[in-house]
């Protein structure tokens, strides 16, 4: 089975109130199990977490699938670095190529070399940014190259690197989907982790009592063979290629059908690829993606692909709020 179809299998499963989800349930309760014993491994002592000697603030979520926490670490690395703090990113890097030794990720480095998310940070962020299995060594490479604030990048599991604030991103409309671990259900922990959380952001739908909400809004599509930009509503109207390797595609589908895009949606799995050329071939319309996706096709020859980059937006007492805890974390230093 594709990764796409697994992924759509998986939606139906966690979201869709299928009952096929309670046939996983043993295989819930071993990894419930699985959980809790590892973080209580963590909480004795028995298995060590490392400080990097520098504040360090992980943003994840805790369910399976894109819930905008990639956009969060973007957001937060240009407010601090815009305040002189010297911010960097770390990450593991998913599905790249060699795990051994810490990657300093640059504009020029490749998507296969260092993930695509990482890369896209390396590249919208205009902070440092590292990739390893090992966060802790990747923060300590960072540490060394002058950075005195480490971002983790889908950091909240990795109990090894220790923290002094935990973000978490939740999608507003999807949620927690059945509330189950998987495999029954998309729950990587349970949903009671999120009031251990210093800060609970929340991606669009309704907040969470006490949470802060932010949306991801986006306005122009970029041509990713000369970087020309094109307001999104130019589209509208236009039947397009949908590509979105990403862990919710019907987001950034219902992102362009709201500026009236008509879309055919192409199966890709979430960090997959899809053939640009073979769906030029098939018919002549434009292609969308987003900048997770445009990083894996750059150079792009196909004249009539898009990228669409998204902003964090939200209301100014919520950005007070996060920056005012963020910096109490990132300007004291340890």
């Known amino acids: ?55 360090v603030i992980v943003v994840g979520n805790v369910t399976v699938g894109g819930t905008g926490k990639t956009p969060v670490v973007a957001w937060l690395a240009a407010r601090l670095h815009s305040r002189g703090l010297a911010p960097g990113i770390v990450s593991r890097g998913y599905g790249r190529r060699g795990h051994g030794q810490p990657l300093r990720v640059t504009a020029e480095t490749t998507a296969e070399e260092a993930g695509d998310e990482p890369l896209l940070l390396a ?62 259900g998309p729950l990587r922990e349970p949903v009671e982790r999120i009031a251990e959380a210093g800060l609970v952001l929340v991606n669009g739908g309704t907040p969470l009592p006490g949470a802060c909400g932010f949306r991801l809004q986006a306005r122009v599509a970029v041509r990713l063979a000369d970087e020309a930009e094109r307001a999104l509503e ?58 997770k996706d445009a990083v894996k096709y750059r150079p792009c020859s196909e004249p009539d692909a898009w990228y669409v980059p998204v902003d964090v937006e939200m209301d100014a007492a919520d950005e007070s709020l996060i920056l005012a805890r963020v910096l109490a974390v990132a300007g004291g230093g340890r």
């Open 1 to 55: 089975m594709s990764s796409a179809r697994s992924q759509a299998l998986a939606a139906r499963l966690w979201y869709g109130g299928s009952p096929l989800a309670w046939l996983l349930l043993p295989f819930a309760w071993l990894y419930g199990g699985v959980v809790r014993a590892r973080r209580a491994l963590y909480r004795r002592g028995w298995l060590r977490a490392r400080h990097p000697g520098v504040p």
């Open 123 to 184: 590249q919208c962020a205009g902070v440092p940014v590292a990739v390893c299995t090992d966060r802790y060594a990747a923060a300590r490479a960072l540490v060394a190259d002058g950075v005195r604030v480490i971002i983790a990048d889908d950091g909240l599991q990795h109990y090894a690197l220790a923290r002094d604030l935990e973000i978490v991103v939740v999608d507003g409309e999807r949620r927690f989907g059945n509330e189950r671990l998987l495999p029954a």
């Open 234 to 291: 130019a589209f509208a109207g236009s039947r397009v290629w949908m590509v979105a390797g990403i862990g919710n595609p019907g987001r950034f589908r219902a992102e362009l059908q709201r500026h009236g895009i008509e879309v055919d949606e192409v199966p890709v799995g979430d960090h997959g690829r899809a053939d640009l050329a073979g769906l030029s071939k098939s018919a002549a319309r434009p292609i969308l993606m987003t900048g």
